[in-house]
């Protein structure tokens, strides 16, 4: 159980990334060595530069891009006191800024780089190697997992292509995702009053276009495209309880959809609703106990909003038990 307000975004995914380690003297596993140690521990990492700066402080520019999309929770894990962003641009264009380069070079930033201090470590992906045919190219790009608007900056002649990559892409994930049971589903249901930010937290948290927001329940899921993230909102019993534990399962599942089902590939289910969790199923839970507690089961987290971006979080079985939290400084058992 924990009190939470609204925090930066951890479950957004990236593939090219940059921090900045101010004072990294300061800082445990922020000089050069460490950094490099801590960075060895990716099997993902494609490229990765740094560079020390000064100016009005001493610092540190890393710049590291990935096979596949990492969370930014897991960069943070690992270097919890850098500032992190999702890196824009090339690969290219972020060693030009990490070695203050082409456009930096004569401006100010250009005369505060240490550039005896950089090091880079892999390959840097170039923009049309030309090792592939484009075809090749393109589909290494979207089975890697890269966004259109990415696979756009590499090459914009793919705008032409844009229809071909949406099919292409929901292809790749629905034969992966026909074969694999996603282990890692976290089924969380948020109530709350109106206003309080429950699906904007969400939104911001995990990146609008990785959210498929349930609003039709007639055809809820005719637009599915592949997205991470599935939001049933405003739900109340809105779907036959069956198939509601179907959809927070964790086994393979085609989406019913008008003209072509949808494969199930999300990770995070949020069920955002004003009704109280026991609200829900009214019926079912007074007359069918065991289809009731087969719901609960699929339900991991239960998150009630208190005010605008304040909640109280709970596992669903204390939960449903009573259990309240109390500040540590309150219990018998502080030291």
Known sequence: ?????????????????????????????????????????????????????????????????????????????????????????T???????????????????????LKDTFEEWGTMPQTGQGRRSDLANLYQMIKDGYSNVEILEINPDNLLNLQHIDKARLEILSSRYKAERRMNLLVTYVSGATGFGKSRYILDNHGDSNVYRVTDYKHPFDTYSGEDVIVFEEFRSDLPIGNMLNYLDIYPLQLPARYNNRQACYNFVYVVSNWKLEDQYHNIRLEQTETWNALMRRIHKVRIYTAPGEWQEYDTTDYLHGFQPVDRADTPFNN
């Open 1 to 89: 159980m924990a009190t939470k307000k609204k925090n930066i975004n951890n479950n957004r995914r990236s593939r090219k990334y940059q921090l900045t380690f101010n004072n990294p003297e300061k800082h445990k596993n922020c000089s050069h060595p460490e950094i490099k140690e801590t960075l060895g521990k990716w099997e993902n990492t494609v490229y990765w530069c740094m560079c020390d700066e000064v100016a009005k402080a001493p610092h540190t520019h890393l710049f590291i891009q990935f096979k596949n999309p990492v969370y930014f929770s897991s960069i943070k894990k690992n270097f919890p006191s850098a500032h992190i962003e999702e890196a824009q641009g």
């Open 91 to 113: 690969a290219e264009e972020n060693r030009a800024y990490i070695r203050k380069e082409g456009k930096w070079e004569d401006t100010e930033k250009g005369t505060t780089n």
